[in-house]
């Protein structure tokens, strides 16, 4: 993750471009001096998210499919400053992870590193606080993951992204499905709450079967198959993945999104060089986006039919749909 230093509150800059662009020095710099108007925080918790700021190994974690794959690849290339308030939340998960392996379960994994192949390619991660034991009574493993949060969740099952990223991890320890129980554990300030992934056995409800959230090798295969490729093809050719295929669920993550105007300015070149295909006209000369980026289209399969799903083809010569006139119904006299 290139990230390389913070903006600044009053725009106070030590970098060419201006914009309140702070080296991660020159923030500790002014900091030390006292300058609240420009970093307004005790110095300890400004170095404290400067040294947890961490580069990844070669292979690609678990997390970082979680999320958008094109704003991913885009933070992970290119240099970007974030605010001090967007990377609280990561720092305060690394206070509570460090409390985690200062007191570890006798069962538990801390900082361990887990690698698995998919198709030659190297998923993995590190886990801060996992837990992986055999329960007493069902016998079966248990995966328990922590989590820090603002808000814990209204009912007992975990947010949609915490399914999946435990999914995973039980795929990417290859534990059996049917021997394993998944549970997220939620951490906010005032409470605690564990919830657990519903393994589809339970009562129906209205006599609509049970929802099961315990994802079988082929169902995380496939999803590996969706977002594990899409970006290796982007590390492998260089590029990002296409703006047009951003999913509407992942776009709400732009707001907090460091590198959101590179991916605006990018996506622009996407659509021009889109609509020039489209008009028979030659391709833009920008590097990496000309004609929406076919390299990347040769790494994944099927991409280019979603593009083209994404862009409908218009046939110019083709005549214009007559309009359909539906008669209006007589009132009945009353």
């Known amino acids: 993750?290139?990230?390389?230093?913070?903006?600044?509150?009053d725009g106070k800059s030590d970098q060419p471009e201006g914009?309140?662009?702070?080296?991660?020095?020159?923030?500790?710099?002014?900091?030390?001096?006292?300058?609240?108007?420009?970093?307004?925080y005790p110095y300890p918790l400004l170095k404290g998210i400067i040294e947890s700021v961490q580069q990844r190994g070669e292979y690609i974690s678990v997390t970082s499919i979680l999320h958008c794959l094109r704003g991913e690849f885009l933070k992970r290339t290119e240099p970007y400053y974030s605010t001090v308030e967007a990377m609280y939340p990561m720092f305060r998960g690394t206070l509570f992870h460090g409390l985690m392996e200062a007191n570890p379960h006798p069962d538990g994994l801390v900082e361990i590193k887990t690698i698995r192949k998919y198709k030659g390619i190297e998923i993995g991660g590190t886990y801060d606080s996992l837990i992986v034991r055999k329960d007493p009574v069902t016998k079966k493993f248990v995966l328990q993951d922590w989590?820090?949060?603002?808000?814990?969740p209204r009912y007992d099952t975990p947010y949609s992204s915490h399914i999946i990223q435990v999914n995973l991890y039980r795929w990417l320890l290859d534990l059996p499905v049917d021997e394993t129980i998944l549970e997220v554990h939620y951490f906010s300030m005032k409470a605690h709450k564990r919830t657990r992934l519903k393994d589809g056995t339970?009562?129906?409800?209205?006599?609509?079967?049970?929802?099961?959230?315990?994802?079988?090798?082929?169902?995380?295969?496939?999803?590996?198959?969706?977002?594990?490729?899409?970006?290796?093809?982007?590390?492998?050719?260089?590029?990002?993945?296409?703006?047009?295929l951003v999913t509407e669920d992942e776009k709400w993550e732009c707001v907090y999104c460091p590198v959101r105007q590179l991916c605006a300015d990018t996506a622009r070149l996407e659509a021009e060089a889109t609509w020039r295909r489209?008009?028979?006209?030659?391709?833009?000369?920008?590097?990496?986006v000309s004609?929406?980026?076919?390299?990347?289209?040769?790494?994944?399969?099927?991409?280019?039919?979603r593009i083209d799903a994404a862009y409908p083809k218009i046939d110019v010569d083709a005549p214009a749909p007559k309009k359909v006139v539906t008669p209006r119904r007589k009132r009945s006299a009353s």
């Open 291 to 305: 004609d929406l980026s076919p390299e990347w289209f040769g790494v994944t399969s099927e991409v280019y039919a």
């Open 147 to 152: 989590k820090t949060t603002d808000n814990l």
């Open 278 to 288: 489209r008009a028979g006209l030659p391709p833009v000369s920008e590097v990496g």
């Open 202 to 244: 339970g009562p129906s409800r209205g006599g609509r079967a049970p929802s099961n959230q315990m994802w079988t090798d082929a169902q995380v295969e496939s999803y590996l198959d969706d977002r594990l490729l899409k970006l290796k093809a982007s590390y492998v050719t260089r590029l990002p993945m296409p703006y047009a």
């Open 1 to 9: 993750m290139p990230l390389i230093g913070f903006v600044s509150n």
């Open 19 to 40: 914009n309140g662009h702070c080296s991660f020095d020159y923030a500790l710099q002014l900091c030390r001096d006292g300058d609240d108007d420009s970093f307004p």
